[in-house]
């Protein structure tokens, strides 16, 4: 009992508050200190222990009940202020911050508010807008935070709670119409084709200022204006350069495609004034004849070089009109056709009359020459043959074998050719004249085709098949053998003056039987003829197998042969042999005693210098 009644003692000498309390109040509730005043924040009774919160923070309870901020977010699954000690925990003395921050002050997501900071906002500091200055009027009386500039409550979404507006009232308050959070300038969302005055033409290529000035405010701050512009009628912003010399809009010539595009209007027609505008001057810019805004001003306008200077043709048709080769549809092509040419000083004929014009009038701009040379071929073409034919007779008269209804084939006949120094006969008649008159080899670039030459000889064209054997200092007559009929043709040689008449059985041998190539390798270009063997044995084989050699050079076939033939010999027995034929011998053939064996150098010969002479050699032993 005694220990009873000290502890009731003690706690009667103790204050009130520290009997009840869980502890001291926070700096923030430090008024609310008291057991008198614990019903301001709790509710007591039967039920679980409730708090007051929302009574007094009526900022807060203003978001929960619109359902719109940062606590409204987080405690939008709870029921009553019993949330509120989850952030915000009490009785932990006064040093003790009130605030709980999850996870971190730093480290806040922003979208935990319902306002996703974005572009630009992402990069600012929180103190830049939540500061006093921005919490609107309206807002500032319920929030219990004295030093406004610790709160983050008070802040509205709207640009122009934040931003001051740059357009004193001029546009409408939603700043995101025309701007995004990247950047203020360039307004990249404002499509001035939504506004009352779309732009077109060239009015898109114009800068903003040019329109839009900059204006001063009472408060001196430089603005621009966006508002009450004048733009019914062009002349709202650009001057009358015609002074009032058209009654009508300046919609009813210009477009905004340009001041100089001009479209006529229907209440003006051209074709009622002097100057009807047909063809090309239909399309051509009303600037280019009137050099000045009024139109008023007369226009020189009878001659074409009233207008068209300087002249192009730089005073090459003085008299005439330029009517005469060209209309108003268009300066090119000229109407100056074949039939016009005619009747100047060079009509033109042949294939003259398919040339195209700037082949011969080279163009050249306003330099080009309409009044040629034309008394000679070469005035314009380019000599072909190298001036081959400027002596006499032809003087470069290319009309002596040519015309002008073309350039091949030549007019040069095989009649003309026959009055030239060289008269083509035989086969000359059907060559090509290419064949002969061609470019010389062996120069580049290849020189013209060659028609003069400096000797007319055969070997002028033709190759020396002889390789010079028949060349003499003084003359190379190739017709001394042959004929222009053909090569083969040699009637005109006469073997009968050589060293070698040909006789007997010789005439009727080939050429090629004795004028043959010195080996069989060689080319029939290598045929000797001059060096052609004149002995028997140059020719002829030795069909007796060097019996009459006696071990120098068979002698001549002529001792017992004669040239017109082989067969029967003229060799007489009796005068030359030592076995004489007579009597009963002299009925005998030759080859009864002369007979073919084979032992001579292992050929077959007939045996006739070594024949047997005894009876009992050719006579059976009777």
Known sequence: MRLLLTLLITLACLPAGAQISPGPLSKAH?????TTQCNSCHSFGLGPRTYKCSSCHAEIRQELVNKRGFHANIVKNN???????????????????????EPSHDEFDHRQTGYVLSGAHAKTTCNKCHKAQNISAALRKNIRVKDLNHT??????????????????????????CHNFDSWKPATEFDHARSRYPLTGLHEKIVCNKCHRTLTAIDS??????????????????????????????????????????????SFDHNLTNFPLNGGHAKVECSKCHKTSNFKEPVAHALCADCHTPDPHKGQFPTQDCASCHNEDAYKPSLYTVSSHQKSKYPLEGKHASVDCAK???????????????????????DVHGRQFADAPYLDHCDMCHNVDGFRPSTYTLAKHQESRFHLTGAHVAIPCADCHKPPIGSYPPPPAQYKFATLTCVGCHADPHQGEFTTPAKQDCEVCHSTRSWKDMVAFDHSTTKFPLEGAHRAVTCSECHRPTNLGASARQIVFRGAPTACSGCHEDVHGGQFSKGGPPPECTSCHSVRSWKPSTFDHEARAKFSLKGAHEEVPCADCHKETTAIGGRQVVIYARAPSRCAACHADK
């Open 30 to 34: 430090a008024s609310l200190e008291g």
């Open 221 to 266: 701050k430089a603005y621009v204006q966006y508002t009450n512009f004048p733009f019914a009628s062009c002349l709202n912003c650009h001057q009358d350069p015609h002074r009032g010399a058209f009654q009508g809009t300046c919609e009813s010539c210009h477009t905004t495609m340009g001041w100089k595009v001009v479209r006529m209007s229907s």
């Open 79 to 101: 029921v009553g202020d019993q949330a509120c000690a989850r952030c915000h925990p009490e009785h932990l003395g006064p040093t003790f911050n009130i605030v709980k921050w």
């Open 152 to 177: 983050y409550l008070g802040m509205s979404p709207e640009c122009l709670s934040c931003h001051a507006d740059e357009h004193r009232g001029q546009l409408n308050a939603d700043c995101a119409r």
């Open 360 to 382: 011969c009038h080279l163009p050249a701009g306003e330099d080009t020459q309409y009044h040629v040379k034309f008394a000679a071929c070469t005035d314009c073409h380019k």
